[in-house]
């Protein structure tokens, strides 16, 4: 019975006998084809037996474009493309994509690492951009939309801040910087030069110098 496949597919992959998994998983898919855990569970075992061709393109009709799809499915492509060696910005905005996908959807016991996960790939995505040479204002506004998304997140993150900070600087908004810089000086004290030197190039000698008092202290 369905069921029963179920059954011995799972106990199949706990053992690590992904051939069992598979020839299991498969049947429950063919009986029942909109089941999405046994659908994901092949391509698990596919991927256990060095079959990661086959366990992407299933892993792909788990995640179709422009639906919800199953949450797991779209991490599992996330961590394949974060782990290529010399990530392309391409691979990182398709990771960003499927993370935002799972972090819709994913319950609580996971989404906070789909969300750590999601801000990392951010951020990656950002110093990719603004550490490329000559980055034109459409790159730099897209870096600053991603560093903004994880700041909507989380407002405190120390990184995101910084970097944005510097992709403004870039932009010529010295003034926009100043605030991202203000939030994180008092835990990191060399920021304050940072600052003051943002100041001086405003002309404005008075909050540079408090700027340069207080990374003295």
Do not use: C
């Not at 290529?84 to 691979?91: F, G, I, L, N, S």
């Not at 994913?106 to 980055?135: C, F, G, K, N």
């Not at 407002?155 to 810089?181: C, S, T, Y």
């Amino acid at each position: 019975s369905l069921d029963e496949y179920e059954e011995l597919a799972r106990e199949a992959y706990d053992r690590q006998d992904f051939a069992a998994a598979e020839l299991w998983s498969r049947k429950v898919v063919n009986l029942q084809p909109e089941n999405d855990e046994a659908r994901y569970l092949w391509a698990l075992a596919l991927e256990g037996q060095g079959e990661a061709g086959r366990a992407y393109r299933q892993m792909r009709r788990l995640t179709p474009e422009g639906g919800a799809g199953f949450w797991p499915a779209h991490l599992w492509i996330a961590e394949s493309l974060l782990d290529a060696q010399d990530r392309t910005p391409d691979q990182l905005r398709a990771a960003i994509d499927h993370l935002d996908a799972a972090r819709r959807s994913a319950p609580a016991t996971s989404s906070a690492r789909v969300r750590r996960m999601l801000a990392d790939s951010r951020l990656a995505l950002a110093r990719t951009i603004t550490d490329s040479p000559d980055p034109s204002r459409d790159m730099l506004l897209e870096a600053q939309a991603q560093l903004q998304a994880i700041l909507d997140a989380q407002r405190n993150h120390v990184d995101a801040r910084l970097l944005m900070a510097h992709v403004l600087q870039k932009q010529g908004a010295d003034r926009e910087a100043i605030p991202h810089l203000q939030h994180v000086a008092d835990e990191h004290p060399e920021v304050w030069t940072r600052l003051a030197g943002i100041y001086l190039e405003l002309g404005e000698r008075g909050n540079a110098k408090a700027a340069l008092e207080a990374a003295r202290e």
